[in-house]
């Protein structure tokens, strides 16, 4: 496991892209290939990606250290948790058409849909990391790498806020099909945001300008 783009990659995806882009240039011809593997959807944004992911991969060959994103309510649910969490909805004969992950992180409950919704044709994931948007991606590519044999929906990976992303346009274009939302958004506390020497703090007030335990 190495890094590109300051996100996790697989050796059997960082290989995958080397072989299938090397001759590449353009963003057109780059994305429908990737499409055709993975389902996913304008992966590069433009060609300047496609070169930068070509240069970056031909000499990434160190792990990094992962960033501390715990003050950021940054605590990524893991693919075993993840998976159990479809069982259960598959259990219960939930087996929606189009899945909504709002805060996605490194990808995980996107695999486990992948994996347990056959009905699925559709898959949005927002998050307002860089670094896990291109993890996510790196990480669809990984699934379908080694489940070449499953369906692939149309997946699109955004880089967005939630606050800011048009969920509402989703809905429009979509009002027939069965929608999950699934997810683990972040989330901390004051009192480990101050134990962390956080400035990713609220603003508070006291109206009655008491302060601590008064």
């Known amino acids: ?45 433009d060609d300047e990606y496609v070169q930068l992911l070509k240069e970056t991969i031909s000499i990434s060959n160190t792990m990094l250290e992962e960033p501390d994103r715990i003050a950021y309510g940054d605590f990524q649910t893991n693919t075993y948790f993840a998976n159990q969490v479809a069982l259960h909805l598959k259990a219960k004969n939930i087996s929606p058409e189009l899945v909504i992950e709002p805060t996605c992180g490194k990808g995980n409950f996107i695999i486990s849909s992948l994996r347990n919704f056959s009905k699925v044709k559709k898959i949005f994931g927002i998050e307002i990391y860089g670094p896990y948007v291109w993890e996510t991606k790196f990480n669809i590519i990984n699934f379908f790498l080694e489940n070449s044999y499953s369906e692939k929906p149309d997946i699109s990976i955004v880089h967005s806020n939630v606050f800011d992303f048009d969920f509402d346009e989703i809905a429009k274009q979509h009002s027939t099909k069965d929608i999950l939302i699934l997810g683990n958004p972040p989330w ?14 609220p603003k508070k007030t006291s109206f009655k300008n008491h302060s601590g335990l008064d």
């Open 1 to 45: 496991m190495t890094k590109v783009f300051d996100a996790n990659i697989s050796c059997i995806v960082r290989d995958f892209l080397s072989d299938n882009l090397r001759d590449i240039t353009s963003v057109e011809v780059a994305n429908k290939r990737i499409h055709a593997v993975s389902g996913i959807m304008s992966f590069f944004g």
């Open 188 to 201: 901390v506390t004051n009192s480990k945001l101050g134990s962390l020497n956080s400035t990713n703090l």
